[in-house]
T-cell receptor, first 110, second 115 residues
């Protein structure tokens, strides 16, 4: 079983729609969860992190964490073409190690 | 102004050669990391240093040797390069590892191609 699994994608949504990205993880010792965005040919950049069960909102982005189900998701509201990128889910441990999923490619078409 | 820099950006070399990649951060962070991203975009941690001390050492061939002369620099030396070493190598840095909000800032990456 992979440590982190993301929905396989690619995911295509129309501009203005909600994009939903999902991630499950196997390590119950995980402390915190991160969503990174990576544009083609660029480095990953952090969108959000979450470490408590429930929802966390930041602008058009909402992260949801359910530790009992070992599930974390990212919702992007009012998707824009500039949101088209690969989204990487990662979980972190106490000594700073981030374990990444394989990424989901999102395309937002006008 | 920037945050995490790496040199070189591109590295093309022959099998069997030895090469180094350099990384510097000016964010005042205590912890630095090396990641490898393969052709399928899978990003995997290799090493981490906290204030010049090695704290993460994943299962990586011992041809790879990190060196941290000070907490702002982390270099990666690779001996006897193999075709499978071709990848993008990212350096990253963060505040002290162990915080739950441990945001890692990534450098621009070094694309290594072994011929």
């Amino acid at each position: 079983q992979k440590e982190v699994e993301q929905n396989s994608g690619p995911l295509s949504v129309p501009e203005g729609a909600i994009a939903s990205l999902n991630c499950t993880y196997s390590d119950r010792g995980s402390q915190s969860f991160f969503w990174y965005r990576q544009y083609s040919g660029k480095s990953p950049e952090l969108i959000m992190f979450i470490y408590s069960n429930g929802d966390k909102e930041d602008g058009r982005f909402t992260a949801q964490l359910n530790k009992a189900s070992q599930y974390v998701s990212l919702l992007i509201r009012d998707s824009q073409p500039s949101d088209s990128a690969t989204y990487l889910c990662a979980f972190g441990t106490s000594y700073g190690k981030l374990t990444f999923g394989q990424g989901t490619i999102l395309t937002v078409h006008p | 102004d920037t945050a995490v820099s790496q040199t070189p950006k591109y590295l093309v070399t022959q099998m069997g050669n030895d090469k180094s990649i350099k990384c510097e951060q000016n964010l005042g962070h205590d912890t630095m990391y090396w990641y490898k991203q393969d052709s399928k975009k899978f990003l995997k941690i290799m090493f981490s240093y906290n204030n010049k001390e090695l704290i993460i050492n994943e299962t990586v061939p011992n041809r790879f040797s990190p060196k941290s002369p000070d907490k702002a620099h982390l270099n990666l030396h690779i001996n006897s390069l193999e075709l499978g070493d071709s990848a993008v190598y990212f350096c990253a840095s963060s505040h002290l590892a162990g915080r739950v909000d441990n945001e890692q800032f990534f450098g621009p990456g070094t694309r290594l191609t072994v011929l």
